[in-house]
């Protein structure tokens, strides 16, 4: 018997933005539906963010044994057991999954329904037994990961995010079609946890990012062993032998084929858009997901969309911020509009690479020439000399009036340093700002200073600055 429900929110898809949205709507009392067909915690917990970035540090570890004698440290040669990698991985979802599991939530005052959600009409959501009628819905189904059209692709038994982490034994040789922060991240772990790697890249790798900062990246990852194809289409993948495949491709001048054992499938992600009843519930979409105004409402004005499935920046913290701009609107009738100029992203290789704000290409679009570009090497701070880190810099974008309008950091830590750069770019602070406050000695967060001062040392040579200064001597 079908139980019709009306409750203030309902919201589809228990990733990280819907639990927001249910959680804070649940702590102001507001009666809210959650409807999950999966796993609670959606793609980040069990499939994305938490089991790479375990699996990084899993490699970091095997990383850190090799350079040991470097610091006049011998640990023997490196060891990996991959199953214990696994065990590991796995030990780290389990860890974090209370924290978004259906009794944690229910006991929030959430209704869970775990079943497949689909509207009806306009103002009607059915899952399961359940018929729900909200006053508003949120789509929060975010995204999966998109598998290309290659001839004899479906003939092999190829890897994506979401299967990659069951792995129980290492892959001999790993081939990774594409090069994104995914592809990336998970060749150099494989790399540094014993796998031979390929990487084959359609176009630029790491392509989304500043140039000058990812070739740094992209240096120390095929130093380490990592072949590295760009600008090369995947033209076909058939079997090999027993347990092998063989990758075809070609550029612009040159084809050749890759021979591995396994197949990772990095190149992007699709919204999860199919099986909901967009069209009968009014709501456009295409095949970036569904269509939302800078509100995040659809075209059903009953209806927002969240996070991936909303066609945004594909990270877990822009679907936590669209959450709070949604609550905002929802349950404060307080207008809030997305802002990606202060959204930063990270990409966890070694040297991490972490942005924030305009690239130096998007501010002379935007700004012409009236902009300044600051540099600071990691070579240059006392902090990276003694941890042996001396890879990368800091490239700093302001505007005519010393407004911080864009960073970007590659080195150690940087996925760590860009939160204050977040916080600048947030609050329209200029150079002065940062010019005024002081970092703890020794610390590799010092190159942001360092670089806003560079800014005003071309003051110091001035003439007429110059003769203040003696002028001013006069005085004792």
């Not at 790491?206 to 990592?226: F, H, N, S, Y």
């Not at 969309?305 to 594909?314: K, T």
């Not at 600071?376 to 990276?384: C, F, G, K």
Request: charged letters at 25%; one cysteine or more.
């Amino acid at each position: 018997m079908t139980r019709r429900l009306t409750p203030d929110i309902c919201v589809i898809g228990a990733g990280s933005g819907g639990l927001t949205v249910a959680a804070a709507a649940a702590a102001f009392g507001v009666d809210v539906v959650l409807i999950e067909k999966g796993r609670m915690g959606g793609d980040c917990l069990n499939y994305g963010c938490v089991p790479s970035k375990a699996m990084i540090a899993a490699g970091k570890h095997a990383r850190a044994i090799a350079e040991a004698p470097d610091f006049g440290v011998s640990a023997g040669a490196v060891k990996v057991d991959f199953r214990k990698v696994h065990d590991h991985v796995h030990s780290v979802i389990a860890a974090i999954a209370p924290n978004d599991s259906v009794e944690r939530f229910r006991a929030l005052g959430v209704t869970v329904i775990e079943a497949e959600g689909r509207f009806t009409d306009r103002r009607t959501v059915v899952a399961g037994d359940f018929e729900i009628a909200a006053r508003r819905f949120v789509i929060a189904t975010g995204s999966s990961a998109f598998v290309p059209p290659i001839p004899g692709l479906d003939s092999v038994d190829y890897l994506t995010n979401e299967t990659l982490f069951e792995r129980t034994s290492a892959p001999r040789h790993l081939i990774v079609i594409g090069g994104g922060p995914i592809g990336m991240e998970m060749a150099q772990a494989h790399r540094r946890l014993g796998a031979e790697v390929t990487v084959i890249e359609g176009e630029r790798a790491l392509g989304k990012d500043d140039p000058e900062l990812t070739a740094i990246v992209l240096d120390q990852i095929r130093a380490e062993g990592v072949t590295l194809i760009e600008g090369a289409k995947v033209t076909g993948v058939e079997k090999q032998g027993a347990s092998g495949v063989r990758v075809c491709w070609e550029s612009e001048n040159d084809k050749g084929q890759v021979d591995g054992s396994d197949i990772l499938v990095a190149t992007g992600r699709s919204a999860n858009v199919e099986g909901l009843g967009l069209d009968k519930a009014g709501i456009k979409y295409d095949r970036r997901g569904v269509t939302v105004g800078a509100n995040l409402r659809s075209s059903n004005s009953r209806v927002y969309a969240i996070g991936d499935v909303a066609g945004s920046l594909q990270f877990t913290h822009v679907a936590g911020y669209h959450a709070g701009l949604v609550v905002q609107q929802i349950l404060f009738r307080l207008p809030a509009k997305e802002n990606r100029d202060i959204i930063p992203w990270a990409t966890f290789t070694s040297p991490e690479l972490a942005h924030v704000g305009l690239a130096e290409a998007d501010a002379r679009k935007r700004h012409g020439d009236r902009i300044s570009i600051l540099r600071w090497p990691y070579a240059e701070n006392d902090r990276a000399q003694a941890e042996r880190q001396t890879t990368g810099l800091i490239k700093m974008v302001v505007d005519r009036k010393a407004r911080i309008i864009g960073v970007t950091i590659v080195g150690a830590g940087a996925s760590e340093m860009i939160n204050m750069w977040a916080l600048a770019i947030t609050n329209g602070l200029k150079l002065g700002d940062v010019r005024g406050y002081v970092p703890p000695y020794p610390t590799m967060s010092e190159i942001g200073k360092r670089a806003a001062i560079s800014y005003y040392g071309p003051v110091t040579r001035k003439p007429l600055v110059r003769t203040l200064v003696r002028w001013l001597r006069i005085f004792g």
